[in-house]
C-alpha cells in the first residue's frame, strides 16, 4: 500500500497488508457502531432527579441532583460508576500506604475502575473543551471518595456519592447484595428537561468470549489497548492500587 521499513521481506509486507485491510475494516465497523448508537430511539426516563453529596465550588459539602449535573448548554451526561467499594470477590492486594491503606480491604476500591479513572483524568480537559460532560459516582461516602481522589493526584474528574439514594440499583451499578458494578452510562436531557437513558456499557454484563473479558469499556482503556499493539499482546495482569514499580 505504498509504504515500507528498513530490511523488512516481502512475507512480512504481504502479511502486514492482509492486516491493514482488517483495520480498515475495523475502523469502519467502529464507525457504523458508533452510528447505530447515535441513532438509538429514546431511552426510558429516569425514574426520580436523584440527589448526590458533591462539593461546591470552593470545596464545601452540598447536595446536587442529576438534572444539576447537565451543563446549561449540554443535553448529555456521562457518568462512570465507580466500585468504590470494591466488590467482594475481589482478592487483589489492599492498599498499604497512605490514608486509602487505612481502610479496610473490603472498604477500599476497585483497582481496575481506579487505574481507568486514572486515565480518563487526564483526558477530561480534552473531553470537555470539545464538549464533553462526564462525572464518576461512588457507593462509598464522599469523604473517602475525595480522598482517593487526594491520594491519586485526580485534578480534573467530578467526582459524587450515591451513598443515600438508590441511583446505582435502579441503574444495574449495584446488585441485589449491594456489590458495586462497573458500568458507563450516559444520559440525555429533552428539550422539555426529561432526562432519558441513552446508552450504557452492557458489554460487562454479556457472556464474554473464550479466554477474554467482556472489555466493556475496551475502547476507552488506553492501556490495554497499547498491549494490543506488542508483539506479546494482553498480558496475565490484574490492575492493582499499588505496585513494586513504576511508580504506580
Known sequence: MGIQFPNESAAY???RNRLLE?????RRKMEAVALARRELPAGGAVLQDYEFDALDDLGRPTKLKLSQLFK???DTLMIYNYMFPRHKSDTRRPATHGQLGQLSPSD?????CTGLIDQLDAALPHFEAGGGNFVVIAKAPLERVQMVARERGWRHVRLLSSASNSFKRDYNAEDAEGQQLPLMTVFKRDPDGTIRLFWASELDVAPPDPGQDPRGLGTLDLFWNMFDLTPRGRPDFNEQLEYGCCGG
Open 13 to 15: 509486507r504481504a502479511a
Open 22 to 26: 482488517d483495520e480498515i475494516e475495523l
Open 72 to 74: 446549561p448548554d449540554n
Open 108 to 112: 477500599q476500591p476497585c483497582p481496575s
